[in-house]
């Protein structure tokens, strides 16, 4: 029984030995060098795996994605077909995701970018704040993330309000479900925070007719995006056109359609734009391995795996 890590864009090393730290009986190995008899392989880890990789391995029994999203797997048209997959579910993970969800919202609430403008300029302009509860945060995806974000968000005096596909019940946050609430939910929100899979239902959800369905009625007088989702939720020309016009008042965004986000990519420079790296949660080697590590164990003790990916809802 031998384990693979499939990394073409990590230290595959660093992941190798925190595997062996976490498992030390386990059989190891790693793509595209060190892959041995391919027959052996029960157990694959992967993140960005490179298409036809994983249908080379004729005796897989599980695929485990190194991150909550599962879209990079998915999109493999040569996927084995039955083989179960397992996602990241770690309080680590959903921790490091909140906080950037919190930071992001209370630098927008606070005003930071105008601040740091100031300094920059010495420029000494103690403008008028609001309160937290004057501002109207929604969250797209009340899943593992959502939920958790919603709740710190809501503990902080934010307006919190979620939707997601099926109903939620999280005291203090209003819950939306379904595209029959989703405009009703965009019309409270000032503040809409994307926390949902890449799937085709979610593809190009933030467009020029969701941002012109936002609240103006809060503080800014225009609404604030955020997308710590995947790349793909956001049209990037519209996103920029809304700025521009006015219809959005900034935006932070995590993740692109294309990354690396390319250096002539106009967000780059755009002044009421946040870059950040695809940073939001980063998967901590020890931690995921530990995860994984248990999963395996459930899975040779023959006890149902956590955290599976349901195929025909792609996440
Ligand atoms: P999750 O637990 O599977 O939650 C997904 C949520 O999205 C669920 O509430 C789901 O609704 C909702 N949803 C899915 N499709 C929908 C649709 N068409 N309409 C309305 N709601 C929909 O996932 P998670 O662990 O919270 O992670 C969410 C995503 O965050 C990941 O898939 C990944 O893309 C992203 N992520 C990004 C980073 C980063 O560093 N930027 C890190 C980790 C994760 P139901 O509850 O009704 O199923
Ligand atoms: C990161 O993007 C993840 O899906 O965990």
């Not at 109903?167 to 965009?186: M, N, T, W």
Request: proline share 8%; hydrophobic share 40%.
């Amino acid at each position: 029984m031998a384990f693979l890590f499939i990394l073409p864009t990590w230290p595959v090393e660093v992941w190798t030995s925190a595997m062996r730290k976490v498992a030390p009986r386990l059989d190891v190995r790693s793509w595209p060098d060190q892959m041995g008899d391919v027959a052996d392989i029960d157990y694959a880890a992967a993140w960005l795996p490179p298409a036809n990789v994983l249908k080379g391995l004729p005796n897989l029994k599980v695929i485990f994605s190194l991150g909550a999203g599962v879209d990079a797997i998915l999109k493999d048209p040569t996927l084995p077909p039955g083989i179960p997959i397992v996602r990241v579910n770690e309080p680590d993970l959903t921790g490091r995701m909140t906080e950037y969800i919190v930071l992001h919202v209370l630098m927008h609430h606070r005003q930071q970018r105008r601040l740091d403008e100031n300094q920059r300029r010495k420029v000494w302009d103690s403008f008028p704040t609001h309160a937290a509860s004057d501002l109207a945060v929604g969250i797209m995806g009340l899943g593992v993330m959502g939920q958790d974000s919603a709740e710190r968000l809501r503990d902080l005096g934010f307006k919190v309000a979620g939707w997601s596909r099926t109903r939620k019940h999280i005291p203090g946050v209003h819950c939306y479900a379904g595209q029959a609430e989703f405009d009703s939910f965009l019309r409270r929100t000032d503040i809409l925070v994307s926390l949902l899979p890449a799937t085709p239902e979610t593809d190009g959800i933030i467009n020029r007719e969701t941002i012109g369905k936002l609240s103006r009625k809060g503080p800014f007088g225009a609404p604030i995006v955020i997308n710590a989702g995947r790349g793909r939720q956001q049209v990037a020309e519209d996103v920029l056109a809304a700025l521009d016009s006015g219809a959005l008042h900034a935006a932070t965004l995590d993740v692109f359609a294309v990354e690396p986000l390319p250096p002539d990519s106009p967000l780059w420079t755009h002044p009421k734009v946040t870059i950040t790296p695809h940073c939001a949660a980063d998967s901590d080697p020890e931690v995921i391995c530990a995860y994984v590590a248990r999963q395996i164990e459930r899975h040779q003790s023959g006890k149902p795996l956590d955290n599976l990916v349901d195929m025909a809802r792609g996440y």
